[in-house]
């Protein structure tokens, strides 16, 4: 079983930057994804971004909305992943959510495809 506790949350203008941390309890696999959603008020959920990590290769993708302004690292120490949120805009805000795959070939933006989820956290941008 894999728990994973979100922080870093919080208020923020817009044009700021926001980390989220999301810290595992274990990490599913040698072979596994790891991933960010978030979902707005009043609205579905939707990927944010999402790796697959193959022994020592990485591969990270984005939603459209927020490539160039947000990154996803991890800490294998640490068992910990990361969302730096930068130029955030009012358009973010909403509970976010990291979330793990036990499946080896699973897709880093495709939510079905996850096992385990956090509680998330709330970001919230103003103008």
């Known amino acids: 079983q894999v728990r994973l506790v979100e922080s870093g949350g919080g208020s923020v203008q817009a044009g700021g930057s926001q980390r989220l941390s999301c810290a595992a309890s274990?990490?599913?696999?040698?072979?596994?994804?790891m991933g960010w959603f978030r979902q707005p008020p009043g609205k579905d959920r939707e990927v944010v971004a999402g790796?697959?990590?193959?022994?020592?290769?990485?591969?990270?993708d984005y939603a459209d909305s927020v490539k160039g302004r947000f990154t996803i690292s991890r800490d294998n120490v640490k068992k910990t992943i990361y969302l730096q949120m930068n130029s955030l805009q009012p358009e973010d805000t909403a509970s976010y959510y990291c979330?793990?795959?036990?499946?080896?070939?699973?897709?880093?933006?495709?939510?079905?495809?996850?096992?385990?989820w956090g509680q998330g956290t709330q970001v919230t941008v103003s103008s």
């Open positions: 790796l697959h990590t193959t022994g020592s290769s990485t591969y990270i």
């Open positions: 979330a793990a795959s036990r499946n080896p070939y699973c897709a880093p933006l495709t939510a079905s495809h996850y096992n385990y």
């Open positions: 274990a990490w599913p696999y040698s072979t596994f994804c």
